[in-house]
């Protein structure tokens, strides 16, 4: 027992030291110095993105889908959670928290208040509400009140398949107020028609697409998926500047019978990484982004038959960790082709 005092003593008498040390420090932490936030003193050479975007905390969706790929791209990247959610909607129950308006503009201000508001670009993907995208407007605003130069990389999640699963009044407050601030639009197909009022149902109303966005505002725009007759392809299109037409490509995708979660979060965050490496090839940036995609799929698709399971019987999580090696040194299997 003296043993067993003695050490409960020695506990309490180092416990106490502790506490006198941490005073002490607590009193000097006016005096110290802050450290320098070396993503900002010592940027990467890619940059430094914020993304706001939803999470989960199983699977990958949003934020989820997003963050890791362009970490392994070499981005400093800041999250948001728009909202936290215990899985993916598709399941059938799920809980969370969905943050609003003014809890966004509290962390904006809290990295303000820091200094800490300088980045090269600001990822966006689905907002569920007026307000929410509203604030969005102003964070773009105050982000390029610190760097003029910031690439808004804007995903206009809306809908797909001729479904609108967001509010229809979202639609005008992206036409209006979203679109022209965009450094890039990543749509699909249904979203670009709602974007731009024009059905799209051939190449030439994908390019003529593209160009009533450029008209608008962005300079980069890339409708990830477009179905025409049977074949699926994307379109890209870059306008370098205004006095001169854009050039514009397509890369026909082959179809893979399954339906995956987090894909259109993952092509625009592959899209943003590398057209930022290549600034001035966005057919480039668009082919390694692709092929990534693909080769990420196709290994989904392999995993859950391996496991027994029938990859079109229901929507699948993709294999996004198991497939770093495809989104950092990922094999060219993807051309563009240019239009004339």
């Known amino acids: 027992m003296p043993l067993l005092l003695s ?17 002490t420090s607590r009193s000097r932490k006016s005096e110290m110095a802050t450290p320098p936030i070396l ?3 010592l940027p990467s050479e890619t940059g430094r993105v914020l993304s706001i975007q939803s999470h989960t905390v199983q699977g990958y969706v949003g934020n989820k889908s997003a963050v890791f790929p362009l970490q392994l791209l070499g981005y400093d990247v800041d999250p ?20 609003n308006g003014q809890q966004l503009w509290d962390l904006i201000e809290g990295l303000e208040a820091n200094d800490l508001l300088y980045y090269t670009h600001l990822l966006t993907g689905y907002i569920g509400s007026v307000s929410f995208l509203n604030t969005i407007l102003e964070v773009v605003d105050k982000l390029r009140s610190v760097n003029p130069n910031l690439t808004y990389v804007c995903d206009p999640v809306m809908g797909d398949e001729g479904k609108l699963y967001v509010p229809e009044d979202l ?3 992206y036409c209006k107020k979203v679109v022209p601030v965009a450094s890039m639009l990543t749509p699909n ?5 709602l974007l731009t009022k024009l059905r799209i149902g051939s190449e030439t109303d994908g390019r003529e697409a593209c160009n ?43 179809r893979i019978p399954a339906y995956f979660t987090g894909t259109g979060d993952l ?3 592959l899209l943003l990484g590398w057209s930022n490496k290549y600034p001035d090839n966005l057919d480039k940036a668009a082919e390694i982004a692709v092929s990534s995609l693909q080769a990420l799929l196709q290994r989904t698709v392999n995993d859950y038959t391996s496991a027994a399971f029938d990859p079109q019987s229901s ?15 990922p094999k060219l299997t993807f051309k563009a082709h240019k239009y004339s």
Do not use: C, W
Request: glycine residues 6%.
């Open 171 to 173: 639609v005008s407050v």
């Open 189 to 193: 197909q249904f979203e670009a028609e």
């Open 267 to 269: 092509m625009t965050a």
């Open 212 to 254: 009533i966005l450029h008209a608008a505002g962005p300079s980069k725009v890339v409708i990830t998926s477009i179905n025409i007759e049977g074949n699926l392809l994307l379109i890209g299109s870059h306008q370098k500047d205004k006095e001169h037409a854009p050039e514009q490509f397509k890369i026909l995708i082959p």
């Open 39 to 41: 993503s900002l003193v």
């Open 80 to 99: 948001i959670n728009s909202v936290q959610f215990s899985n993916h909607t598709g399941y059938p129950t799920f809980k969370g928290q969905v943050l």
């Open 315 to 329: 929507s699948l999580e993709i294999r996004l960790i198991q497939s770093q090696d495809d989104i950092r040194n």
């Open 7 to 23: 050490s409960f003593a020695g506990r309490s008498f180092q416990s106490g030291i502790f506490r006198r040390r941490t005073d």
